[in-house]
């Protein structure tokens, strides 16, 4: 924003703020919550704290102190950011998703070699992962953590930890199970998705789709065609009991094959033209085949009986295409309309907004800091930046209430 824009909606920031940083129990905190906000939200190329200081008129040591130093809860900004985003976006789903942060050198926390989707290869760089409720016209963060590579565990990593201030108790943890330990913490303040969806890198992991299940959580998951699945009519068998030890417990006969060949077994014909979304300019559709499988694979759940309970299996097929060239699964129940399960598949669209506008106009990866809590503050106050330009866009004239 220019500095006429940002004055024009003087008012309704300060009053976003205010609300914002409740927590902050020190005046001079809130205050510099505020500028700090102020900075992420004008017009220039850097928004790390050097750059955004001089734009400010103020002494870059403020905004870093506020960051690095100062004692002030994060998770309670946190909180209400969820909140205040989930009543301004309305969300049809929420969405998994990472991040990567490209970074010289090996001292900013969490650094690696690492692939990123961002850099699409191996290269040195953070990841973030992150929670977004979204709907077609709006989308917005929820949580973020920073993932640690196993390389920032350990005895060998100890100065660099102790460099970058990471607590004791934080450790490696694979993206999925921090992904659940987000949900988790949304849950605590009373914030359930509706549906969550996520790519394959998510889709694929078998505890992660159990950690979703065992909370209760309704998904569609996004695949690839090697997992492999039993068809509908499959049925347990149970085996003899031979009078000797434990009971065997049910299986089934079938060989599990894979959702590629699910699809093509059933043929293209099989499926329909279905609409996920109206466009600017035409309406989104492709060619889809829905059908209900039995997942097998890594550590299938199955019932008392051995039965494995049905899943959507739902494939894109378009015209001119040998094969599918996506795959979803999801648990959502049996009656839901197809155009419904094809929208909600598609529906991780929308945060690659989020991601554009984050980065390139409000600095989410510009922290140039060494400590794993002022990251976590940064993309707090990132997001915070965001929500407000969000709920300025959907009701622009309108003061921003809680």
């Not at 996520?198 to 992660?208: I, R, S």
């Not at 434990?246 to 279905?274: D, I, K, M, N, T």
């Not at 001119?320 to 999801?330: A, H």
């Not at 866009?393 to 309108?398: E, F, G, I, T």
Request: glycine share 8%.
């Amino acid at each position: 924003m220019r500095v006429g824009e940002l004055a024009a909606c003087r008012g309704r920031l300060e009053e976003f703020a205010s609300e914002v940083f409740a927590p902050l129990v020190r005046r001079d905190q809130r205050e510099k919550g505020a500028l700090y906000l102020r900075g992420l939200l004008l017009d220039g190329r850097r928004k790390s704290m050097q750059p955004m200081a001089e734009r400010l008129g103020i002494d870059h040591q403020q905004l870093q102190q506020f960051m690095t130093t100062s004692t002030w809860p994060v998770g309670e900004v946190r909180a209400r950011l969820a909140w205040r985003a989930v009543r301004a976006v309305r969300p049809q789903v929420w969405v998994v998703d990472d991040t990567g942060f490209p970074k010289d050198g090996r001292s900013s926390p969490g650094v690696a070699r690492q692939y990123s989707g961002t850099l699409g290869k191996v290269g040195n760089c953070q990841i973030g992962v992150s929670v977004h409720a979204a709907s077609d016209t709006a989308s917005c963060p929820l949580a973020w953590r920073l993932f640690l590579p196993e390389s920032w565990d350990g005895p060998e990593a100890a100065g660099r930890r102790q460099a970058c201030r990471i607590p004791e108790g934080e450790h490696h943890q694979p993206k999925w199970r921090l992904a659940l330990d987000m949900l988790d913490e949304l849950a605590s303040i009373g914030l359930r998705p509706a549906v969550l969806v996520a790519d394959a890198g998510y889709g694929a992991n078998a505890d992660f789709r159990h950690g979703l299940e065992d909370r209760g959580l309704a998904y569609v998951l996004q695949v690839k065609g090697e997992m492999t699945a039993h068809a509908q009519s499959a049925e347990p068998h149970q085996p003899a009991y031979g009078g000797l030890g434990p009971r065997p417990l049910p299986r089934y006969r079938s060989r599990p094959v894979s959702l590629r060949e699910h699809v093509l077994a059933a043929g293209r014909e099989h499926g329909r033209a279905l609409v996920w979304r109206k466009g600017s300019k035409a309406a989104l559709s492709s060619h889809f085949v829905l059908l209900r499988v039995r997942l097998a694979g890594r550590r299938p759940k199955p019932a008392k009986d051995g039965t494995i309970p049905l899943t959507w299996l739902i494939a894109q097929w378009p015209e001119g295409e040998d094969e599918p060239v996506k795959y979803w699964i999801s648990n959502l129940p049996a009656d839901i309309p197809a155009k419904d399960l094809v929208r909600l598949a598609k529906a991780r669209w929308r945060i690659e907004h989020d991601y554009r506008e984050l980065k390139t106009a409000l600095g989410l990866d510009h922290f140039e800091g060494r400590s794993f809590t002022g990251w976590h503050r940064h993309v707090t106050l990132v997001t915070a930046a965001h929500l407000f330009l969000t709920e300025q866009r959907r009701s622009p004239k309108a003061p921003a209430r809680a």
